[in-house]
T-cell receptor, first 117, second 110 residues
Framework: DGGITQSPKYLFRKEGQNVTLSCEQN?????MYWYRQDPGQGLRLIYY???????QKGDIAEGYSVSREKKESFPLTVTSAQKNPTAFYLC????????????????FGPGTRLTVL | RKEVEQDPGPFNVPEGATVAFNCTYS??????FFWYRQDCRKEPKLLMS???SGNEDGRFTAQLNRASQYISLLIRDSKLSDSATYLC???????????FGAGTRLFVKA
């Protein structure tokens, strides 16, 4: 079965710690994305990657870092510099970077819920 | 002003009711439009794309009004399983930016 997996499902972090959220896809998609969702707000783009070894900042990249060493993997690190990290984090992918989004559905992983203690 | 605005609800309706959600967008460069459904604590899933000519999928009808910059979703004969949050999603011309609305919550009661 093709799809996107994220782990862990729930993550607890102490103040000052860095944590890494995993995102893996076996859809052979070129483009991958990280979003953050807070209650009462729409999804906000953190980082995106159009292709392996390339990534770009989204709207709220401060306090986060990513890597794209393999096509199928796009891990997100939440650093201690992120002041308000408690949120629901969603990874997504599309077969190509969304130049013609009407022809390309964005697939989401099941999400990771991060809580800072 | 938010780029995509939705009434957060919640909409509480009985089974069998017809319910409509609206979504307004502010950027005239908006190109593509979608409705996603998100169940509690789950990921969003594409419900349907929205075309200028309007489109229907079973009990669901989506419409786009470019002149007034809004899209709508109509659900007929509501089922308990329709209870979810419905996200309005807009992609700007060029496809480089996708904007998600905060969602409208729907509760369908028996």
């Amino acid at each position: 079965d093709g799809g996107i997996t994220q782990s862990p499902k729930y993550l607890f972090r102490k103040e000052g710690q860095n944590v890494t959220l995993s995102c893996e896809q076996n859809l052979n998609h070129d483009a991958m994305y990280w979003y953050r969702q807070d209650p009462g707000q729409g999804l906000r783009l953190i980082y995106y990657s159009q292709i392996v070894n390339d990534f770009q900042k989204g709207d709220i990249a401060e306090g986060y870092s990513v890597s794209r060493e393999k096509k199928e993997s796009f891990p997100l690190t939440v650093t201690s510099a992120q002041k308000n990290p408690t949120a629901f984090y969603l990874c997504a992918s599309t077969s190509s970077f969304r130049l013609a989004p009407s022809t390309d559905t964005q697939y989401f992983g099941p999400g990771t819920r991060l809580t800072v203690l | 002003r938010k780029e995509v605005e939705q009434d957060p609800g919640p909409f509480n309706v009985p089974e069998g009711a017809t319910v409509a959600f609206n979504c307004t967008y502010s950027n005239s460069a908006s190109q593509s439009f979608f409705w996603y459904r998100q169940d509690c604590r789950k990921e969003p899933k594409l419900l349907m794309s929205v075309y200028s000519s309007g489109n229907e999928d079973g009990r669901f009808t989506a419409q786009l009004n470019r002149a007034s910059q809004y899209i709508s979703l109509l659900i007929r004969d509501s089922k308990l399983s329709d209870s979810a949050t419905y996200l309005c999603v807009v992609t700007l011309t060029g496809g480089f930016k996708t904007i998600f609305g905060a969602g409208t919550r729907l509760f369908v009661k028996a």
